[in-house]
T-cell receptor
Framework: EAGVTQSPTHLIKTRGQQVTLRCSPI?????VYWYQQALGLGLQFLLW???????NRGNFPPRFSGRQFPNYSSELNVNALELEDSALYLCASSLGGTPLVYEQYFGPGTRLTVT | DAKTTQPPSMDCAEGRAANLPCNHSTISGNEYVYWYRQIHSQGPQYIIH???NNETNEMASLIITEDRKSSTLILPHATLRDTAVYYCIVRTTDSWGKFQFGAGTQVVVTP
């Protein structure tokens, strides 16, 4: 069974630019989560999508946005990039709905460097 | 949200059991304890989870105290590939899937 995939693996952008990161969940999973892991910091929750809708978002400015497509893949968009946006961006997927107990399976991440 | 406390680092000899503690004294009755690990520069990997009973799978065992205020993850025979940051997470009830990852425990397995 294929795991969560993300693209690209590495990306270098300059300040002020916009970036789009992509994630494909495990087959059968309808929920997709996005996390940011800056160097030396823990994972910070960004966004949660389920069945095409945004269910929750973390404490990030509106220039971080995303969407989920009918095939449950997802995009994370970051506008007006700032230097502190440099981080590993991780996508995870899980079975959807609102069960109390389910695991999140993570992809390998996209390393974004903003110069 | 229930908060977890873990030691920042731990060393373990290869082949020995690694016992990773986690305190979650404010855990509520319907919150689960999850363990994930993150090997350097990779995405986190699910290990195990539990509510009140001890759990075991092919990777590890999870021991939860009777009052649920703490738990221990046991890697029965640590290998060099188990070197990673281990996160103990309490599943929040209002998070709709949002995990809160703390700083974790850096485990280094030595030959």
């Amino acid at each position: 069974e294929a795991g969560v995939t993300q693209s690209p693996t590495h990306l270098i952008k300059t300040r002020g630019q916009q970036v789009t990161l992509r994630c494909s969940p495990i087959s059968g999973h309808t929920s997709v989560y996005w996390y940011q892991q800056a160097l030396g910091l823990g994972l910070q929750f960004l966004l949660w999508y389920d069945e095409g809708e945004e269910r929750n978002r973390g404490n990030f400015p509106p220039r971080f946005s995303g969407r989920q497509f009918p095939n449950y893949s997802s995009e994370l968009n970051v506008n007006a990039l700032e230097l502190e946006d440099s981080a590993l961006y991780l996508c995870a997927s899980s079975l959807g709905g609102t069960p109390l107990v389910y695991e999140q399976y993570f992809g390998p991440g996209t390393r974004l460097t903003v110069t | 949200d229930a908060k977890t406390t873990q030691p920042p680092s731990m060393d373990c000899a290869e082949g020995r059991a690694a016992n990773l503690p986690c305190n979650h004294s404010t855990i509520s009755g319907n919150e689960y304890v999850y363990w994930y690990r993150q090997i350097h520069s990779q995405g986190p990997q699910y290990i195990i989870h539990g509510l009140k009973n001890n759990e075991t799978n092919e990777m590890a065992s999870l021991i939860i105290t009777e009052d649920r205020k703490s738990s221990t993850l046991i890697l029965p025979h640590a290998t060099l590939r188990d070197t990673a940051v281990y996160y103990c997470i309490v599943r929040t009830t209002d998070s709709w899937g949002k995990f809160q990852f703390g700083a974790g425990t850096q485990v280094v397995v030595t030959p």
